[in-house]
């Protein structure tokens, strides 16, 4: 009996001391992305805070994630963004000076909508491009700022390429070819993003 009690105490303090020389699991690598943020007019958007979101496209929503990375644009619209999943991800934002409380979730269905198209008589055609159009509120919640184009498909057009503030304050979206604009982001990413009204 005292053999066997033995035994088992041998047996459990081997097994802790291998169980204490296990490699300790590593931290996860950290992704970085760097990239710059430019007006149309190829001025930095110096100072912008940017938010990286998830869009999730089947439901017309943008979303915040828990500990999604922001950054700061630089003089020159240099920016970094550290520690998000490999995958593709949008960017919202605020220019400089401007503050607004960044909801969790935006639901971006009014900016897939049609409207009466403006020049009913150009089918599948890119309607502002010669001549800016001023800003124009879409939708309940949202306003294409200045320089804004639409898709004419005869009776009815859409948002083709457009900055798009969210509220009175924003936060701001881009918007291109009809859809939020979405990048690959993988580990040391660079990116280029371009806000169309500045």
Not at 3 to 23: E, I
Not at 25 to 32: G, I
Not at 40 to 48: C, E, I, T, V, W
Request: aromatic fraction near 10%; charge should be positive.
């Amino acid at each position: 009996m005292r053999s066997k009690w033995l035994h088992t105490l041998v047996l459990l303090t081997v097994a802790g001391c291998l169980l204490g020389q296990q490699p300790k699991s590593q931290p996860k690598p950290v992704t970085t992305a760097n990239g710059v943020f430019l007006g149309k007019s190829g001025k930095p958007m110096a100072g912008a805070r940017l938010i990286l979101c998830q869009a999730f496209e089947d439901q017309a929503k943008i979303k915040l994630l828990p500990n999604v990375p922001t950054a700061t644009a630089d003089q020159s619209g240099r920016f970094s963004l550290r520690g998000f999943d490999k995958g593709r991800w949008t960017i919202i934002y605020l220019p400089a000076g401007i503050n607004a409380a960044i909801p969790n979730e935006i639901n971006i269905s009014a900016l897939e909508a049609v409207d009466k198209s403006l020049v009913p008589l150009l089918v599948n055609y890119e309607v502002g491009r010669d001549k800016p159009y001023e800003p124009r509120p879409w939708g309940p919640q949202f306003t294409l700022l200045k320089g804004h184009t639409f898709w004419s498909t005869g009776p009815q057009m859409k948002v083709w390429n457009a900055t798009v503030r969210r509220g009175p304050q924003g936060p701001f979206l881009e918007l291109r070819r009809g859809a939020v604009w979405l990048q690959n982001f993988d580990d040391k990413s660079e990116i280029k993003f371009e806000a169309w009204s500045f």
